[in-house]
């Protein structure tokens, strides 16, 4: 039921701040006639002021941004790239929580089909000591998330798949509707260099798969990518920025762009890798001498079709209370670039305390 009270939220949150005339990507006039901007939404009206997550910005705001801004991603045809979007709904009933101890055996910590939005960042395990067969737990114990607003990560905790083959694929673009993007909205310190235009919003979408299948044997379970647009407080595009493995690339020009609806940025994923780049074709990748691709051609995914508002750290809204887990999504590989990630709360780039300024 948390699935269908979630996209009843998001869809009554949209519909209850369009502002008369204004959908989202509307073109045209705002709400009094005035003239907009190329890629600036409509004016906002709001019935509430409510900010249950405590940043500044009125919840009600922060889904009419999401619905107005969010990115179109275009993916890589059915017949090069089997790996596709997925949601944690969707993801949890199909892993177990284990805990890594390293040069011991992992433990189990939840069983497949025991994982909740409520138990999955309140669980403890104590560290591990020694070498097999010679091992045992330490007085250390660790917390696999907190409801505070300071964050650290235990990548010891994972979270691993009963049957990769059932989840490593995702769910079909046949099921597209079931995609979820997950959206983080801030108050933006970004200014544009070009004319000092001061954005007042970042409007974060967080993209997960359950497999990222790179070059090589550079793959890991769990993918967690994302696209932030940034946006004057009269609705106006300022910038955007497309997260590529552990860099990006920033817009500052939206000529550089391609749009959908007037305010929705194009974003094209790569191949197996699910880096988001700005134009179909060969792109430099984190392995050097072997590039992303990115395609034409494949399903789209329209991001703000189905997306819930993660909130603050702290404070986070909708019942996402999976965002307050620390631990790993995926199993534990033999380097960090073949591990699964922590979740967007626990990102370097997770604004305003991120890096992508």
Known sequence: MRNVVLIAVVASACATTQPAGGTPGDQGN????????????????????SDVDSDGIPDQLESYLIAQFAPELRLAPDDI??????????????????????????????????????????????????IEPFCSHTSTKLDSGTATATFTAHKDFFLQ????????????PSQRSEWRSYAHVSPSRYVRASDQRAAAYDIQIWLFYAY???????????????????????????????SAH??????????????TGRTHPVGYSADGSHAVYESPGEHPSAVPGFPD??????????????????????????????????GRWGEVGTVEDTSGPVGPMYSGRWLPAGSEY
């Open 293 to 326: 691709h990115a395609y034409d051609g494949g399903p789209t995914w329209e991001t703000w079709r189905n997306f819930a508002n993660l909130g603050e750290r702290g404070k986070i809204l909708d019942g996402q209370t999976w965002a307050a887990y620390d």
């Open 81 to 130: 790239d089997w790996t596709r979007p997925a949601n944690v709904d969707w993801y949890l009933p199909k892993v177990h929580m284990r805990f890594d101890h390293p040069n011991c055996t992992d433990h189990e910590v939840l069983a497949l089909g025991a994982i909740t939005y409520d138990n999955i960042w309140q669980q403890t395990h104590a560290t591990s000591t020694g």
């Open 30 to 49: 705002g709400a009094g006639g005035e003239s907009l901007g190329d890629h600036q939404a409509p004016p906002f009206t709001g019935t509430s002021a």
């Open 246 to 259: 552990h860099d990006g690339g920033r817009f500052d020009d939206p000529a550089k762009l391609s749009w």
């Open 212 to 242: 990222n299948d790179s070059v090589g044997g550079v793959n890991h379970e769990a993918d967690w990518e994302h696209v932030t647009i940034s946006v004057t407080s009269d609705l106006d595009f300022v910038s955007a920025y497309y």
């Open 161 to 172: 798949p009963q049957d990769d083959q059932l989840v490593h694929p995702g769910i079909p």
